[in-house]
């Protein structure tokens, strides 16, 4: 049971280059998120999915999209990558949107140059 | 949305003593307020919660107090260790996992 995992550990991109962060867990949750963490500024929501087949903006959503694949894998994409955009992103899971208790997987440093 | 701060942004403590970092929230109908302990370089990771209607939670050495009428929270760490060295995140909640808005960090360290 490995909880939520991500890929890659960490990325290095130059501005207007795009990828994808992937985000996969197996507790069988409904409900998975990305976040960023910036130095003094907590971690702000990105985007959530609150069921399979659904995806909602949160707090800081431009210059992303996302996919919620299947019910265990929720990917975050940055198409044309900002120096903006370095930060170290979290994906996290939940069982349902209602139930609050986040699993976060172990993050994701990506530095656009 | 909800606006929520953490004081302090640093706290150095002796090793055995008791360690406070405090929270305050904007909107008075957020409910749910958990508190996260991330170390160098992992994840975050739930330490403890509480609902808004209880005052006071306890677990082992964690305690969290809440005071709705003041919109502030805190967290207790009582005989500290150096394995409690860490960045810990107070959050709000109106509702949703989706609603929870993160404080900015303490980052706590545990003299030997």
């Known amino acids: 049971n490995a909880g939520v995992t991500q890929t890659p550990k960490f990325q290095v991109l130059k501005t207007g280059q795009s990828m994808t962060l992937q985000c996969a867990q197996d507790m069988n949750h409904n409900s998975m998120y990305w976040y960023r963490q910036d130095p003094g500024m907590g971690l702000r929501l990105i985007y959530y999915?609150?069921?399979?087949?659904?995806?909602d903006k949160g707090e800081v959503p431009n210059g992303y999209n996302v996919s919620r694949l299947n019910k265990r894998e929720f990917s975050l994409r940055l198409e044309s990558a900002a120096p903006s955009q370095t930060s170290v992103y979290f994906c996290a899971s939940s069982e349902t949107r209602s139930n609050e208790k986040l699993f976060f997987g172990s993050g994701t440093q990506l530095s656009v140059l | 949305g909800e606006n929520v701060e953490q004081h302090p942004s640093t706290l150095s403590v002796q090793e055995g003593d008791s360690a406070v970092i405090k929270c305050t929230y904007s909107d008075s109908a957020s409910n749910y307020f958990p508190w996260y302990k991330q170390e160098l370089g992992k994840r975050p990771q739930l330490i403890i919660d509480i609902r808004s209607n209880v005052g006071e939670k306890k677990d082992q050495r964690i305690a969290v107090t809440l005071n709705k009428t003041a919109k502030h929270f805190s967290l207790h760490i009582t005989e500290t260790q150096p394995e409690d060295s860490a960045v810990y995140f107070c959050a709000a909640s109106m509702g949703g996992a989706n609603n929870l808005f993160f404080g900015t960090g303490t980052r706590l360290t545990v003299i030997p």
């Open positions: 999915s609150a069921s399979e087949g659904t995806t």
